[in-house]
C-alpha cells in the first residue's frame, strides 16, 4: 500500500458496530465486562480505548512501524522515552533541538541521575565519540528545531546498533509523508502530533511508534502507568488530520520552497536555514532520507538586531505571532523569546539561536499571500 492510500486506509476498518467509515468517538472511561476479567476488548481508557486504538494503528501504519502509542502531549511521548532509563544512564542528544526537550533533559531527569551530552550531530561520527558504557540512548531530532541541521539517521543507526543503544527519532519536523526514520534503523519515532499529524491547530498530542515488540511492551507499560494518555476526542480530530498529511505536505513543501528562495533574495536578510538549498550543510543527506524538505525554515536580518526581529514578527498580518507549528495556516516565532527561551543564551547561541533568528512554519495559504506579507512586514 503507498503512503497516500496508508493515510487515509491503513490498519484501518469500519467500525464493528455499525460500520461507521470514521472511528466513532468513544467517550467512555469503563466497560461492561461479562464477568470478572472477561469483556470484549476493552476495559479502562487508560489502558485502552477503542478510539485511541485506531490512531496508534495508523501511526503505525504511516511511520511503517509496528506498534503506535498516542500520549496527551509531545513532551509526554518523550517523557515515556525517557522513563525506560535509570539513574547512572548516559544519553546523547543533538544540540539543537526543541526547548521543551531541552528543558525536560536538563531541568527533570538530570536531577533523577541521567547524564546529557548535547553535542553537533551534522557530523555523524562525532557521536561515537561520546559513548561509555552507561550511554542507552541517541535522542536525534532532524531537520532540527530551529536551525533546520540535518542528521544522518541510517549512520547514526549504524553507530547505536555497534554499541546496542537505542536510537530515538523527532520526527516532527518532517511527518512520515518525508522521511520515516524506522525505515533507516531507528527503534523508536516521536511525534508531536499537535504539528504536521493533527494540522489543523485544534489538539495537543504526541506519539510513539517503534518496530521491536520488546521496545513496544516497555512504552505500553510505561503509557498505562504513567497515564498521560489522550483522549478520544484528540484521537479522533488526530485520524482526521492523518486522513489529509499527504495533500497539505505537497502544499507546505510547495510554499516552503518559495519563501525560502525569497527570503534568500532578499536585502534585508542575511541567512536562510532551509535543506532545499544546495550550499545548506547535509543537504544530500536531506536529499537521500526525505523526499522533499518541508515546510519549516528560519532566516536572520542583518546587523543581529534583537527590536528588528520583534518589529518584524509584529508587523506581519498572515503570518500569525504564536507558538506551534505545523498548522493549515503560516505562524511566525522569535525563538529566543519564545521556543527556546528556555535555554540559556549562551548555549543558544552556540547552535546560532541567536536574537535576530525568525522562525516560519510555512502554511498552505496563496503564495502570493504570504509573499506580499513578507515583503510588507521587511520593509
Known amino acids: 500500500m503507498k503512503f497516500n492510500t496508508k493515510t487515509i486506509h491503513g490498519k484501518q476498518e469500519h467500525d464493528k458496530a455499525y460500520g461507521a467509515v470514521m472511528p466513532p468517538i468513544y467517550q467512555t472511561s469503563t466497560y461492561a465486562q461479562t464477568t470478572p476479567g472477561e469483556h470484549k476488548g476493552y476495559e479502562y481508557s487508560r489502558t485502552h480505548n477503542p478510539t485511541r486504538h485506531a490512531l496508534e494503528n495508523a501511526l503505525a501504519s504511516i511511520e511503517n512501524g509496528e506498534f503506535g502509542l498516542a500520549f496527551g502531549s509531545g513532551?509526554?511521548?518523550?517523557?515515556?522515552?525517557?522513563?525506560?532509563?535509570?539513574?547512572?544512564?548516559?544519553?546523547?542528544?543533538?544540540?539543537?533541538?526543541?526547548?521543551?526537550?531541552y528543558r525536560l533533559f536538563t531541568s527533570i531527569y538530570e536531577g533523577f541521575g541521567i547524564k546529557f551530552n548535547f553535542i553537533g550531530m551534522q557530523e555523524a561520527g562525532n557521536i561515537e565519540k561520546y559513548i561509555t558504557p552507561n550511554t542507552k540512548l541517541i535522542w536525534v531530532e532532524t531537520p532540527t528545531n530551529p536551525m533546520l541541521?540535518?542528521?544522518?539517521i541510517k549512520a547514526?543507526?549504524?553507530?547505536?546498533?555497534?554499541?546496542?543503544i537505542l536510537l530515538a527519532v523527532d520526527n516532527t519536523f518532517a511527518t512520515p509523508y518525508l522521511q520515516r526514520p524506522l525505515d533507516l534503523g531507528a527503534d523508536i519515532v516521536m511525534h508531536s502530533a499537535t504539528k504536521y499529524i493533527g494540522g489543523h491547530s485544534d489538539l495537543v498530542m504526541g506519539a510513539l511508534i517503534a518496530k521491536d515488540k520488546e521496545v513496544a511492551d516497555k512504552l505500553y507499560f510505561i503509557q498505562n502507568a504513567s497515564g498521560a494518555v489522550c483522549g478520544p476526542q484528540d484521537s479522533f480530530l488526530a485520524l482526521r488530520g492523518i486522513k489529509t498529511l499527504h495533500v497539505r505536505m505537497q502544499r507546505h513543501c510547495e510554499n516552503g520552497k518559495a519563501v525560502a528562495v525569497y527570503l534568500a533574495n532578499h536585502p534585508k536578510v542575511e541567512?536562510?536555514?532551509?535543506?532545499?538549498?544546495?550550499?545548506?550543510?547535509?543537504?544530500?543527506?536531506?536529499?537521500?532520507?526525505?523526499s522533499d524538505f518541508g515546510g519549516m525554515l528560519s532566516?536572520?536580518?542583518?546587523?543581529?538586531?534583537?527590536?528588528?526581529?520583534?518589529?518584524i514578527v509584529e508587523k506581519l498580518k498572515i503570518f500569525?505571532?504564536?507558538?506551534?507549528?505545523?498548522?493549515?495556516?503560516?505562524?511566525?516565532?522569535?525563538?529566543?523569546?519564545?521556543t527556546h527561551a528556555s535555554i540559556p543564551k549562551i548555549e543558544r547561541e552556540k547552535t546560532g539561536v541567536v536574537d535576530s533568528l525568525i522562525r516560519l512554519s510555512?502554511?498552505?495559504?496563496?503564495?502570493?499571500?504570504?509573499l506580499a506579507d513578507l515583503e510588507q512586514a521587511l520593509r
Open 320 to 338: 500569525t505571532l504564536a507558538e506551534s507549528l505545523g498548522g493549515v495556516e503560516s505562524l511566525c516565532g522569535h525563538p529566543a523569546s519564545m
Open 75 to 101: 513532551l509526554a511521548a518523550i517523557d515515556a522515552v525517557m522513563k525506560m532509563l535509570k539513574p547512572g544512564d548516559e544519553v546523547i542528544s543533538t544540540n539543537d533541538l526543541y526547548g521543551g526537550t
Open 362 to 370: 510555512v502554511g498552505i495559504e496563496d503564495i502570493e499571500d504570504l
Open 299 to 311: 532566516f536572520t536580518t542583518k546587523g543581529n538586531d534583537f527590536e528588528a526581529a520583534i518589529k
Open 156 to 164: 547514526a543507526a549504524t553507530v547505536a546498533k555497534k554499541h546496542h
Open 149 to 152: 541541521n540535518i542528521i544522518d
Open 271 to 290: 541567512n536562510v536555514y532551509w535543506p532545499g538549498f544546495t550550499s545548506h550543510p547535509n543537504h544530500e543527506i536531506a536529499k537521500m532520507q526525505m
